[in-house]
């Protein structure tokens, strides 16, 4: 089956420095990633979705600048949180599809990255 | 009002028995059902797929749809305690990219 990895599963950084989460598809290609951010016993929400090769589509209310997306590669995504800030902790998850946008396939997870800020 | 509702739980039951996991959603342009299974600290585990109405079987797991209600279902049978995670529900909307959630139902199968 298809497979994503997530890494680094977790990590602790001070206020103010700036953190890069990888996500790769394994055995597949991907031309657009997903990145979701998820709190504690709530569900998952969009933050943005990357598109191989082009700029990444943020939704409403995250910020771009804070959130850096780059999707060198059809098979490697990666999010960067900028100055990030205690309430930047959460846990970051990404996922990507084994075909394209214009038809149905469905969405496999990597196992997420728990920022802590401190 | 939320695309995707769902009962956040938490629900209990014995090792064995059968459990209903229930969600409803507002869109009814809504055409892709998923359900995803979520162990602690993982990321979110496809279980099945549907498409529009109708019902899915995989082993111990049913997914079953009506579009009239708008009404998501997973049935586990002969539930296991290996079964215990959050189970989340989630459709497709605006075209193939947008997964909208549900809030997630945590389930624990106790022996």
């Known amino acids: 089956g298809a497979v994503v990895s997530q890494h680094p599963s977790w990590v602790i950084c001070k206020s103010g420095t700036s953190v890069k989460i990888e996500c790769r598809s394994l055995?597949?290609?991907?031309?657009?990633m997903f990145w979701y951010r998820q709190f504690p016993k709530q569900s998952l929400m969009l933050m943005a979705t990357s598109n191989e090769g082009s700029k990444a589509t943020y939704e409403q209310g995250v910020e771009k600048d804070k959130f850096l997306i780059n999707h060198a590669s059809l098979t490697l995504s990666t999010l960067t949180v900028t100055s990030a800030h205690p309430e930047d902790s959460s846990f970051y998850i990404c996922?990507?599809?084994?075909?394209?946008?214009?038809?149905?396939?469905?969405?496999?997870f990597g196992n997420g990255t728990r920022l802590t800020v401190t | 009002q939320k695309e995707v509702e769902q009962d956040p739980g938490p629900l209990s039951v014995p090792e064995g028995a059968i459990v209903s996991l229930n969600c409803t959603y507002s869109n009814s342009a809504f055409q892709y059902f998923m359900w995803y299974r979520q162990y602690s600290r993982k990321g979110p585990e496809l279980l099945m797929y549907t498409y529009s109405s109708g019902n899915k079987e995989d082993g111990r797991f049913t997914a079953q749809v009506d579009k009239s209600s708008k009404y998501i279902s997973l049935f586990i049978r002969d539930s296991q305690p290996s079964d215990s995670a959050t189970y989340l529900c989630?459709?497709?909307?605006?075209?193939?990219?947008?997964?909208?959630f549900g809030a997630g139902t945590r389930l624990a199968v106790h022996p």
């Open positions: 055995d597949f290609q991907a031309t657009t």
């Open positions: 989630a459709s497709l909307s605006g075209g193939y990219n947008k997964l909208i």
């Open positions: 996922s990507a599809r084994t075909g394209t946008s214009d038809r149905f396939s469905p969405l496999h």
